[in-house]
């Protein structure tokens, strides 16, 4: 009976492998059916070195002594936002960066950066490869405001301009042009406020930090003295949470600067609001009250039911100038009342307008389904819908909210229904995988070099040493060439 089983699931493979690729039938015939017998325990992949990619990686590692994790990121660098969005000025969140460390460092765990999936190899590769292939590539791109002038000179998401004091390669030669007065945030959330805080704060607070030296400086030089914060709805919608409000009215030689009118009727509904929701709103009213040091230069305020509806651009046309808002009024109340327009605009001049309103996920794949209208992977409980041994964690799964313990929590999820899967008989665990094995040399004949945990130490050492020397915990490399260089020397 047992013989009869090896000889179908032989079979099995063998028939499966004339519909296949060429490159696939390589990774099949190299561990699918020659290591049919022996049994060297699960294998599964990660796409993304974020903290999706490393929780979800750690739970797996922890929970079935006998499986292997391979991650994959398209950077030669690993920890994805944890690196490239978390502001600077934030070290202690950074540490995550420990235990992901420790995780890489697993003796059945391996990282492979400088993949990029999706172009240089294909998920359905990864599928053959490996018993399951869990997507964790986060939220690449970011909601667009869909109004007139938005491509504007002028105008930047708020995931370039983080990306550019972040030190993310793509985005090092953005060149903000940081001459204007007044800079126009669109959105209230996290991120709106860290940017409005890189924005204002003296370059004092920001020299020591890992903020990437060219953005420093254009800071350093910078002529923006005031920052308005935008949300099309009001004060008890507001987005972002209190810490980051309070670093906000903590700023030193900055003022805040509120319109009371947008705060009529709060008083009176205070008493009745959850906890959170009351305390972050007793914070922005005193912050109305009290507005701050009048002898501030600088100033900052959050504007309320304001919907952005065209960026105005000067006599020639050329670069943004100001923005058209439109004026709004609540419909309904607490978190789901939504914002109607009156009718009425206003217009604001600015010469930077930043916009803050999400990030996006993309697909990477056309062999992976995709929900363009929620822009996620759709899937439930983190099982990629209608495709078996496929799943998903952090914000390619649910969207791009939520802080990194959100996303932790999401991962060791994902990470117990995997494993649940495979004690169920759901994934087929009898046939051996590859794994990397077998991508690395797929990816070595089209030309793909990957950069492994050790190598990118390597960048690590380079930008702690380069960070040393301008007093700050590191300077990081802005060139992927670079990078690689250093990594593989
Ligand atoms: C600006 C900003 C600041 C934040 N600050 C904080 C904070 O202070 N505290 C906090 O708790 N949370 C913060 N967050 C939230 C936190 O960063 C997220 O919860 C978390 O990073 C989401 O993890 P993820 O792994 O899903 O996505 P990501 O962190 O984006 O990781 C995805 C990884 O996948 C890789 N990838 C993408 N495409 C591919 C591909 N095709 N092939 C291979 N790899 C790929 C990316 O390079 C990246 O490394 C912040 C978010 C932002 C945007
Ligand atoms: N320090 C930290 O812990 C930290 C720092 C940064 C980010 N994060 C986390 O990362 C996640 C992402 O942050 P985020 O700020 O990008 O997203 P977010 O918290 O979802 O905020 C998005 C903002 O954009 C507005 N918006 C959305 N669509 C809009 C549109 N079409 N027109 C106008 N406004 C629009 C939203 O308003 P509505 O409310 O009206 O939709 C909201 O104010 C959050 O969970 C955040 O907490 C955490």
Request: aromatic letters at 6%; hydrophobic letters at 40%.
């Amino acid at each position: 009976m047992k013989m009869m089983t090896m000889i179908n699931l032989v079979r099995g493979s063998v028939m499966k492998i004339h519909g296949l690729s060429r490159a696939s039938r390589c990774l099949a015939a190299e561990g699918g059916v020659r290591g049919l017998s022996s049994s060297s325990g699960p294998r599964v992949c990660i796409v993304g070195g974020g903290p999706a990619g490393f929780y979800t990686a750690q739970q797996l590692l922890k929970a079935r002594h006998d499986t292997a994790v391979d991650v994959y990121e398209r950077l030669p660098v690993p920890f994805g936002l944890v690196r490239f969005g978390v502001a600077p000025d934030h070290p202690e969140v950074k540490n995550v960066i420990n235990s992901f460390t420790q995780t890489a460092q697993h003796e059945r765990c391996s990282f492979h950066g400088n993949v990029n999936v999706g172009k240089d190899v294909t998920i359905d590769e990864l599928r053959q490869a490996y018993h399951a292939v869990v997507l964790s590539y986060g939220a690449e791109g970011n909601r667009s405001m869909g109004i007139p002038g938005e491509d504007l000179p002028g105008v930047f998401s708020a995931k370039d301009f983080v990306g550019w004091y972040n030190g993310l390669p793509c985005n090092k030669e953005l060149h903000p042009d940081l001459s204007c007065e007044t800079a126009v945030i669109l959105g209230q959330g996290n991120v709106a406020l860290d940017v409005a805080r890189i924005l204002l704060a003296p370059v004092e607070m920001l020299k020591e930090t890992d903020i990437s030296q060219n953005s420093l400086e254009a800071l350093a030089n910078s002529k923006v003295r005031r920052v308005l914060i935008v949300g099309r709805r009001g004060p008890l919608q507001i987005a972002c949470t209190i810490k980051e409000l309070r670093e906000m009215v903590n700023l030193p030689k900055v003022r805040a600067d509120m319109l009371p009118a947008d705060f009529k009727g709060i008083a009176e509904v205070l008493k009745d609001l959850p906890r959170p929701r009351k305390r972050l709103t007793e914070l922005m009213m005193k912050a109305v009250k009290e507005g701050g040091d009048d002898k501030a230069e600088k100033c900052w305020g959050l504007r309320f039911f304001r919907s952005p509806v065209e960026v105005l651009a000067g006599a020639d046309g050329k670069r943004a100038t100001g923005i058209r808002l439109a004026l709004n009024k609540l419909e309904g109340s607490g978190e789901s009342a939504r914002a109607e327009v009156t009718g009425q605009t206003e217009d604001v001049d600015c010469g930077l307008i930043i916009s803050s309103i999400g990030y996006k996920s993309i697909p990477i794949d056309p062999a992976v389904p995709f929900d363009p209208r929620r822009a996620i992977v759709p899937n439930e409980m983190g099982r990629v819908q209608d495709t078996a041994g496929l799943y998903c964690s952090g914000w390619v799964k649910r969207g791009p909210t939520g802080v990194i313990a959100t996303t932790m929590n999401d991962s060791f999820d994902t990470a117990r229904v995997l494993i649940q899967d495979m004690e169920d008989g759901k994934l087929d665990l009898s046939v051996n995988k590859p794994g990397a094995k077998a991508i690395t040399a797929l990816l070595q004949t089209r030309g793909v070099r990957t950069v492994l945990f050790s190598q990118w130490e390597k960048i690590n050492a380079e930008e702690e040493k380069r960070g040393r020397s301008l007093g700050k915990p590191r300077e990081k490399l802005l060139d992927v060439d670079e990078m690689l260089k250093i990594a593989w020397s």
